[in-house]
């Protein structure tokens, strides 16, 4: 960490990227381990599809806390030098979606290593926006692979109506735990203005408008 402009745009990539990997790594692990045991066939409580979001949310709410705590004490260490030097500018930078933004927020002159380290930070920037979008159909994947499971372990009762209250069931319990993992996540991403749902609609709205 350091106050210089290169030294901040640095430090946004690096603990952006850090903050990306604690908020949603371990929760769609989680997620995609759900996948493969809902297709494998396995009839086990464990497996429910509550059991199942309830786990990733656990693990996710341990990770996001985890790294919440590293970086209010690491702000605690630098107060001596600045305030909230993490939490308010540095994922300041990091949430900047322009350059002209990301060089005022750093106050960087726009030389070629400023340039370069921005090109950097603008593709975890990227990465994060496609990451969300992501998670966004793998919760809707894994409510209807468990809905449909469900649906159809007595073969000769299920129907159309059946599959549809099963679906319409994953989906409320997926859609809940979502809206708390987008909740507790933007807490452990430091984002300024906003949330990751906003984040999620904004990145839908650019998509539409490519």
Same mark, same amino acid.
């Given at each position: 960490?350091?106050?210089?402009?290169?030294?901040?745009?640095?430090?946004?990539?690096?603990? *952006?990227?850090?903050?990306?990997? #604690?908020?949603?790594?371990?929760?769609?692990?989680?997620?995609?381990?759900?996948?493969?045991?809902?297709?494998?066939?396995?009839?086990?409580?464990?497996?429910?599809?509550?059991?199942? /979001?309830?786990?990733?949310?656990?693990?996710?709410?341990?990770?996001?806390?985890?790294?919440?705590?590293?970086?209010?004490?690491?702000?605690? #260490?630098?107060?001596?030098?600045?305030?909230?030097?993490? $939490?308010?500018?540095?994922?300041?930078?990091? !949430?900047? =979606?322009?350059?002209?933004?990301? #060089?005022?927020?750093? *106050?960087?002159? *726009?030389?070629?290593?400023?340039?370069?380290?921005?090109?950097?930070? =603008?593709?975890?920037?990227?990465?994060?926006?496609? @990451? /969300?979008?992501? @998670?966004? !159909?793998?919760?809707?994947?894994?409510?209807?692979?468990? *809905?449909? =499971?469900?649906?159809?372990?007595?073969?000769? $009762?299920?129907?159309?109506? $059946?599959?549809?209250?099963?679906?319409?069931?994953?989906?409320?319990?997926?859609? #809940?735990?979502?809206?708390?993992?987008?909740?507790?996540?933007?807490?452990?991403?430091?984002?300024?203005?906003?949330? @990751?749902?906003?984040?999620? @609609?904004?990145?839908?709205?650019?998509?539409?408008?490519?």
């Amino acid at each position: 960490m350091g106050n210089s402009a290169s030294q901040m745009i640095a430090s946004a990539f690096t603990f *952006g990227t850090s903050a990306l990997v #604690f908020a949603s790594l371990p929760f769609l692990f989680i997620l995609l381990k759900g996948i493969f045991k809902a297709n494998s066939g396995h009839n086990t409580h464990s497996s429910s599809i509550l059991s199942v /979001f309830a786990m990733a949310f656990s693990v996710h709410f341990i990770s996001c806390l985890g790294f919440m705590l590293a970086i209010k004490t690491l702000d605690a #260490f630098y107060a001596i030098y600045e305030p909230n030097y993490l $939490q308010g500018k540095i994922f300041s930078i990091f !949430w900047a =979606r322009s350059e002209d933004e990301v #060089f005022s927020l750093a *106050g960087a002159s *726009g030389e070629f290593e400023d340039k370069g380290l921005y090109l950097q930070l =603008r593709l975890v920037q990227a990465v994060c926006d496609w @990451i /969300f979008l992501l @998670i966004v !159909w793998v919760v809707f994947i894994v409510a209807c692979a468990y *809905g449909l =499971r469900e649906a159809k372990k007595d073969a000769m $009762q299920s129907n159309v109506m $059946q599959i549809f209250v099963w679906l319409l069931v994953s989906n409320v319990i997926a859609a #809940f735990i979502f809206y708390l993992w987008a909740k507790i996540a933007s807490l452990a991403m430091f984002i300024p203005n906003g949330d @990751i749902i906003t984040q999620i @609609i904004q990145s839908y709205k650019n998509l539409m408008n490519f």
